[in-house]
């Protein structure tokens, strides 16, 4: 199966119960965490992800709400004896921020950490049942989105394989709608209400409006919004205005399994 286990779904900073973004996705092979912003630890706890089964950790971009997290839980797996190997891909300058880390608190990882920086678009892992491949986006600072694809459907069920795309930080872009066409389950970000649309231009993020139109556009199978502005309590105006445009929409729920 392939499943999306939200673990944040805020951005910029903790609010209203909400964390940065992170999230785990369930795959036959492995799980992979796609962001991992402050606190993802901490609700790896509090849904019962189990940790060791993640061996692959993909980081956007580097505003601290995508990956603050990550020096935390890679000194817990230290902690917690784990040996076999971990992957992280990120921007390239993420190998040095996380080594400073290390060297300057005197950590020895007990297991061996590979970096593999991002240098553009394209394949970034070949799974046994999956490949995750990574695409630019419009961001304030280089930012991409990873699309996660099963390489054969599971022999229960008839149908295709399945696929998600995560989109990361995003101004809306209509070059997305090439890359995410026809994927099972899209999450693309909603930072601001429709209302908002001049704010979420000027600080390159996106509106409920216009994530529904890239779905809608693309002929996605279901879309999940998130990354949700601090300055909003409430998530539900965000879903009901994107299904104006996009009916099979759901606000992305922490701690909820989404099945792509
Ligand atoms: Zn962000
Ligand atoms: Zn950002």
């Known amino acids: 199966m392939l499943g999306v286990t939200i673990l944040g779904n805020n951005s910029a900073i ?6 940065p973004t992170a999230q785990v996705i369930t795959t ?7 962001d991992c912003g402050e606190g993802t630890q901490i609700q790896i706890l509090n849904y019962k992800i189990r940790r060791g089964r993640i061996n692959h950790i993909f980081i956007s971009h580097l505003h601290g709400d995508h990956y603050y997290g990550l020096v935390g839980l890679l000194s817990s797996f230290a902690l917690l004896g784990r040996n076999q190997p971990l992957t992280v891909y990120g921007p390239a300058p993420l190998k040095e921020l996380m080594e400073r880390h290390f060297a300057l608190s005197d950590t020895d990882l ?8 991002i240098e553009g678009a394209g394949l970034l892992l070949d799974a046994p049942h999956y490949t995750v491949s990574c695409f630019n986006t419009k961001h304030r600072i280089e930012c991409r989105g990873f699309l996660i694809r099963q390489k054969k459907a599971e022999r229960r069920r008839s149908d295709k394989p399945r696929s998600y ?5 995003t101004q809306f872009d209509e070059a997305l709608i090439e890359i995410v066409k026809g994927v099972d389950l899209l999450y693309h970000e909603t ?7 001049d704010k979420a231009y000027a600080r390159f993020h996106s509106t409920t409006h216009q994530a529904a139109e890239i779905a809608k556009r693309a002929q996605v199978g279901k879309l999940l919004i998130g990354h ?3 300055k909003f ?3 539900e105006p965000f879903e009901v205005e994107a299904r104006e445009i996009f009916p099979a929409t759901e606000a992305a729920r922490e701690g909820v399994t989404y099945l792509v």
Request: aromatic letters at 16%.
């Open 28 to 34: 036959p092979d492995d799980l992979l965490l796609f």
């Open 233 to 235: 309590e409430e998530i």
């Open 165 to 169: 795309a995560f989109t990361a930080d």
């Open 191 to 197: 930072t601001y209400p429709h209302a908002l649309a």
């Open 228 to 230: 949700f502005s601090a």
């Open 110 to 117: 007990p297991y061996p950490l590979h970096f593999h920086a």
């Open 14 to 19: 903790p609010a209203h119960g909400r964390h």
